[in-house]
């Protein structure tokens, strides 16, 4: 038995050190005065994505981004050479944010940092994590409202509501087990409950 355990223990830890040594994406947004002042969003190359609003948060939101948006994204990566060019512009614009991108992969570290960039590839990663950052807010808000603030939830089903309309939401299927207990549980406002079942249903049957 102890020959067993100890092969369980050698076969979890070669797993840990593999998960620590797969690419990861990193980004962080430092804007003081707006709200939240600091975002950070890393997405593994196995979908996996963490959210904080703190360095030092360590109780960060996760949620997963399904294969073929990972691809996409570390597919952006690639073509901005894996952060190892700079990618801020050469105009002067207002500051929009201190931002960093920054690939890892076990020992090897590349990063840039940028407040504006005409880089198209740069954009189109910087979206996608504006995109994941904007889903887990908005799931924040719903799961803060729902616990502590009954008269708020309508206000953060819209934000939902309104972020799913516009193609915002990443994996908005992580919303539903949320969705389906407000729209069960009678504590909540009638009009909220329906909202919150309109918009699962929205979820589950999205238009072609």
Not at 17 to 35: M, N
């Amino acid at each position: 038995m102890r020959i067993v355990g100890c092969l369980l223990l050698a076969a979890c830890a070669a797993t840990a050190a593999a998960g620590a040594d797969a690419p990861r994406l990193f980004f962080s947004r430092t804007f003081p005065g707006s709200t939240p002042p600091y975002i950070q969003v890393t997405v593994e190359k196995t979908g996996d994505v963490e959210y904080r609003e703190a360095v030092d948060d360590d109780l960060p939101l996760k949620f997963k981004l399904n294969p073929a948006n990972t691809d996409e994204m570390f597919g952006l990566a690639e073509k901005l050479d894996y952060f190892k060019r700079p990618l801020e512009a050469p105009v002067k614009v207002a500051f929009m944010g201190a931002k960093v991108f920054r690939y890892e992969n076990g020992a090897e570290k590349t990063e840039v940092k940028f407040n504006y960039s005409q880089d198209i590839s740069a954009q189109a990663l910087l979206d996608w994590f504006e995109r994941l950052a904007e889903t887990a807010q908005s799931r924040i808000n719903l799961e803060r409202a729902a616990k502590y603030d009954h008269l708020g939830v309508m206000k953060a089903l819209l934000q939902v509501e309104s972020a799913l309309d516009r193609g915002r939401l990443a994996n908005p299927e992580q919303f539903l087990v949320m969705l389906d207990r407000i729209a069960n549980n009678e504590t909540y406002m009638h009009t909220a409950r329906t909202r919150a079942a309109e918009i699962a249903e929205a979820i589950r049957t999205p238009k072609k």
